[in-house]
Structure formats: C-alpha cells, structure tokens
C-alpha cells in the first residue's frame, strides 16, 4: 500500500490564525481525502482533493474555512483557517485508487490544539 | 444513504480471551465492508476487507471476521486477546456501486485487562 507523510504531525496554535497540512504519497493515486477526527470522535470527511480542479466539499464544511489544493496526483494541502478552540481536531489524509472495492489507506495525522 | 453501527464503545477482555467488536451494517444491496484500527497517536491501519468474495476474511494481527448478510453484520473477532490489541477499532462501509464515499462508524475502544 502506498506511504503516506503528513507535516506537521502535531502543532499548537493561536486563536485566529491559520495552518496548512501537507500530505505526500510516495505515488500516484487517484484519489486523496481529508478527514477530522474530533477527541474521541470517529472520522468525519471534510472533502475530496480533485488534481487540477477545485476540492469537493462535504455538507458543513466550506472551502473559506479548509481551502484544499492538489497540485498534482501525489501531494495535496489541507488548510484550516482563522482557527478556534472547536477547530481542535486530529486532521488525516486518506488516498485511494477510486475503485470500490479497493480500501483508503491513512496517514498518521496531524494533531492540532488551538488556544 | 448506508450506515454502520458498532455496538459497545468500550470492550473489555482479558489477555488470552476471545475478542469480538460487533458492526452491523444497513443497506440493500450487500456492501463492501471494512475494518480498522487506530492506536495512540497513528493514523488509521487497515486490518481487513469484505468484498464479496469469501465471507470469512482474515486479516492482519490475527484478526478475522465474517460477512453475514442474513444478521447484516461483520464482527471482528481473535481468538486471544494481546495487550498490543489495545485499540481504537473502527468499522466502515461502502456501496459495492459507483463511487460512493467511505462511512465510518463510531468506534469501539479495545481495552485488554492484564
């Protein structure tokens, strides 16, 4: 399965400012998704990272909020911006190959506290 | 849409026993299945799939788990439980048609009494 790098593994913020949160695969994959797992929480999809056009977002999640770019089929970014204390989450990136019947496979996590 | 539901948050065994952490699973056409475990600070590690083929899976760390359309269910069992099985186990579900997201349920959290 591919191997998936996340930056920065955890980090600790101030109110109102904003974090990027990069994922690399170490190939190409159809499809890279973003996820926040709140404390104690299960998995819950912010959107899908569409290469070369602009991310699907899921109900409650808007792209002001969690801007996404995916330049290209092994890397993509995850923004949340203009941070509060509800934004405090583990954030994991999740790749896939589209097929149905194929699992996603994550990477560690990003782990965010916001003050 | 389809949902999972895992039964029990908390699971308790003793080192040595059985392990089993219930999904069950609701959608109309039988769908591909999946289970996953998070331990402390990781991401999440896929343990084993269901995509229609047998319905006993086995998977990885000794776990297996069996597909049960008649019950709609997927529970994952050990016959022994590990101290290292100590874990957030997570069921998911996914249509076995077109390109539908990956659902997760809730969780259930092993832990594994000395």
């Known amino acids: 399965s591919a191997v998936i790098s996340q930056k920065p593994s955890r980090d600790i913020c101030q109110r109102g400012t904003s974090l990027t949160i990069q994922c690399q695969v170490d190939s190409q994959v159809t499809m890279m998704f973003w996820y926040r797992q709140q404390p104690g929480q299960s998995l819950t999809l912010i959107a899908t990272a569409n290469q070369g056009s602009e991310a699907t977002y899921e109900s409650g999640f808007v792209i002001d909020k969690f801007p996404i770019s995916r330049p290209n089929l092994t890397f993509s970014t995850l923004t949340v911006s203009n941070m509060s204390p509800e934004d405090s989450s583990i954030y994991l990136c999740?790749?896939?190959?589209?097929?149905?019947?194929?699992?996603?496979?994550f990477g560690d996590g990003t782990r965010l506290s916001i003050l | 849409a389809q949902s999972v539901t895992q039964l029990g948050s908390h699971v308790s065994v003793s080192e040595g026993a059985l392990v089993l952490l219930r999904c069950n699973y609701s959608?109309?056409?039988?769908?591909?299945l999946f289970w996953y475990v998070q331990y402390p600070n990781q991401g999440l590690q896929l343990l084993l799939k269901?995509?229609?083929?047998?319905?006993l899976v086995k998977g990885i760390n000794g776990f297996e788990a069996e597909f049960k359309k008649s019950e709609t269910s997927f529970h994952l069992t050990k016959p022994s439980a590990h101290m290292s099985d100590a874990a957030e186990y997570f069921c998911?579900?996914?249509?076995?048609?077109?390109?539908?997201?990956?659902?997760f349920g809730t969780g259930t959290r092993l832990t594994i009494i000395p």
């Open positions: 269901y995509t229609s083929a047998a319905t």
């Open positions: 959608s109309s056409v039988p769908p591909y």
């Open positions: 998911a579900v996914r249509p076995s048609f077109g390109n539908e997201k990956l659902t």
């Open positions: 999740s790749v896939g190959q589209g097929a149905s019947n194929q699992p996603q496979h």
